[in-house]
C-alpha cells in the first residue's frame, strides 16, 4: 500500500507512539501477508482502504499506553488475524507472545506471519481456551491476557482468570455500547478476586471510531 508508511506514522502519534523504520518495515510485510491470504480465507473486511492500518493496526496499539513494560508475556484469546497480538509484539518486541485461535486456517495464517517477520517469542497455539484452562501448565501462567471483541466481558474475565497470573491483568478491547456487561463482569470480577482497575474511551485517529479499554487485575 503506497501511502501507509504516512498513514501509520500520523495515526501512531497521534495516540502517543512513535514507530521507527524497524516497525514500519514489518507493518508493511504483515500488510501484505493479510492481503495475499484474505484471498484465499477470510481474515479481515476491507471496505476501506483504512480499514487494516487504522482498524486493525492502530486500534491494536491503542491499548499499549496501559501495558506495563515489566510484564513479561502476553496471552491473545481469539487472535483471529492476528489482532491485536501481533501490531503490540511488533511494537513491545521483548514481550513474550502467544497468539490462541481454534481455526486451523487462521492459525497457519499467524504461523506464517510469526516466520516471515521474523517474530522471535512468539508462539502460535491452535486450541480453544477452555484446553489451555484444563493443562495444569497453563494455570497462572500469563502477566497480560488480553482479547479483541471475542467474547463478551463476563465471560472473557471467567474464562481468562484462571490463566492469568498473580497481579496479572485482562485487558477487554470493545466498542462502545457495552454498559450492561460492565456492570455484569464487576459482579463476576468481585467473586473470583479481579478488581476492575481501568476503563478507558478511545477514539481511533483518521475514522474517529469509539473503543473502550476494560482492564481488570487479578489480586495477590
Do not use: C
Not at 483504512?50 to 510484564?71: A, G, M, N, Q, Y
Not at 497453563?138 to 471483541?149: E, K, L
Not at 474464562?159 to 470493545?174: C, D, F, R, W
Amino acid at each position: 500500500m503506497k501511502d501507509l508508511k504516512d498513514i501509520l506514522t500520523g495515526a501512531s502519534q497521534e495516540i502517543g507512539i512513535n514507530l521507527g523504520n524497524r516497525e514500519i518495515s514489518l507493518f508493511q510485510e504483515y500488510y501484505e501477508e493479510l492481503i495475499f491470504w484474505n484471498k484465499k480465507i477470510s481474515l479481515v473486511s476491507r471496505k476501506s482502504t483504512l480499514d487494516i492500518p487504522i482498524k486493525h493496526f492502530i486500534d491494536s496499539l491503542t491499548v499499549l499506553p496501559f501495558i506495563d513494560d515489566r510484564k513479561t508475556n502476553l496471552l491473545d484469546i481469539g487472535s483471529g488475524a492476528g489482532f491485536p497480538g501481533i501490531p503490540i509484539k511488533i511494537v513491545m518486541h521483548s514481550l513474550e507472545v502467544f497468539l490462541l485461535d481454534s481455526s486451523r486456517k487462521k492459525t497457519s495464517f499467524l504461523k506464517n506471519v510469526v516466520q516471515k517477520l521474523e517474530l522471535g517469542r512468539t508462539f502460535v497455539i491452535n486450541d480453544r481456551v477452555e484446553k489451555l484452562i484444563a493443562e495444569e501448565n497453563h494455570t497462572g501462567a500469563f502477566d497480560i491476557i488480553i482479547s479483541r471483541a471475542s467474547f463478551k466481558l463476563p465471560q472473557f474475565i471467567k474464562t481468562g482468570s484462571p490463566l492469568l497470573s498473580e497481579k496479572g491483568v485482562l485487558i477487554a478491547m470493545k466498542g462502545k455500547q457495552i454498559n450492561d456487561e460492565i456492570k455484569e463482569a464487576e459482579k463476576i470480577a468481585q467473586k473470583i478476586k479481579l478488581v476492575f482497575t481501568g476503563h478507558h474511551e478511545i477514539k481511533l485517529p483518521v475514522t474517529g471510531d469509539a473503543r473502550k479499554i476494560l482492564i481488570f487485575q487479578k489480586l495477590s
